[in-house]
């Protein structure tokens, strides 16, 4: 059958922060690893490897759930890093706060060279900027270089206070900047993640842009977007799609629509272009029951491999992303 391979971006991201009116305000303020997480069912004690490859078959776990999982951990694990050194730079009192704006840093690891500042502002009604900036430990304060910047609207309890892990924003990593300092991974572009978690009962919505990062099997710059939404034990929907240069895989576009119910069966709908020769776009259709098992499959480049019956998914009919 025709086989589609899809981009995986491995993307380590530093810091995220939000401010408020006192210092426990602040750390209330902050988003928590809840509040930018990707939830798609999986099986109980099911691990996934990142790219592994196979083809679709009925009986065995859908391919495309497989892609679909892969890229939404990658998306969990970046946005986790994210605020596990969140905690480990708040955990300790600010270097400085005036009720509207507090500075932690220069903070520095001992066995590493560069040195980090979080400086977070208080708009008021609940609404905060902050900066992280970046420099090597033996420069001047002038050599600091902004990494991260990004803003939080904290949603409030019944007597006007932050609840700790919801609200709004959105915040851009720049791993140009980043790659400036002495101590840097190879990771080059920028990310921008937009978010909205309101409530444990709120729909959750998140979106992603990735802009000329770094594809790690074939070394091209890429460009990649996600969307994900979601009610609370609900339907779960998640979009991404990835282009590359032409001529460097066998994929030039491609783009994902994965759509699952709260029991775990869902559809795939896929809109791909073969490089280097560019064709109409071509499609595929996966769906898979609440065992996660493949029940259906279409491929409009290669009929032949076509099974099931488009009645036992989900959902239907197909529906494709506008990413």
């Known amino acids: 059958m025709h086989r589609i391979r899809l981009l995986v971006l491995a993307l380590p991201i530093l810091l995220i922060a939000c401010g408020g009116s006192s210092v426990d305000d602040l750390r209330n303020g902050l988003p928590s690893s809840d509040t930018v997480q990707i939830n798609v069912p999986k099986p109980a004690g099911q691990a996934l490897e990142m790219g592994q490859a196979q083809q679709a078959a009925l009986g065995q776990t859908a391919y495309f759930y497989l892609v679909t999982r892969d890229v939404t951990d990658l998306v969990n ?14 955990d300790n009192p600010p270097t400085s706060f005036n009720g509207h704006v507090a500075v932690w840093g220069p903070y520095t690891d001992p066995l590493h060279s560069n040195t980090y500042r979080l400086t977070v502002t208080d708009l008021g009604h609940h609404q905060y900027t902050y900066v992280l900036e970046g420099k090597a430990k033996w420069d001047p304060d002038s050599a600091y270089v902004a990494i991260l910047t990004g803003t939080h609207n904290a949603a409030t309890d019944s007597h006007g206070r932050p609840i700790r892990g919801f609200g709004s ?3 851009i990593i720049d791993w140009d900047a980043a790659h400036s300092l002495p101590d840097h991974k190879d990771d080059v572009g920028t990310g921008e993640f937009t978010y909205s978690r309101l409530s444990p009962v709120s729909q959750v919505e998140i979106d992603v842009t990735f ?3 770094l594809d790690r099997t074939t070394l091209q710059r890429v460009n990649a977007r996600y969307s994900y939404v979601q009610a609370p034990g609900g339907d779960g929907m998640f979009r991404f799609s990835i ?9 030039l576009r491609v783009s994902i629509e994965s ?3 709260s029991n775990g069966a869902g559809r795939s709908d ?9 064709i109409a776009t071509a499609t595929a259709n996966e769906c898979w029951n609440e065992f996660f098992l493949s029940v259906y499959f279409n491929d409009s480049q290669d009929p ?3 099974y099931g019956k488009e009645t036992d998914c989900a959902f239907s ?3 494709y992303s506008p990413l």
């Open 77 to 90: 694990g970046a946005t986790g890093l994210v605020l596990l050194l969140v905690k480990s730079v708040t």
């Open 169 to 171: 924003g959105s915040f």
């Open 211 to 213: 802009t000329q990062v």
């Open 243 to 251: 282009f590359n240069q032409p001529g460097a895989i066998a994929i």
């Open 259 to 261: 759509r699952w119910k």
């Open 270 to 278: 896929v809109q791909y272009i073969p490089s280097p020769t560019p």
């Open 304 to 306: 032949s491999q076509d």
């Open 317 to 319: 009919p197909a529906e």
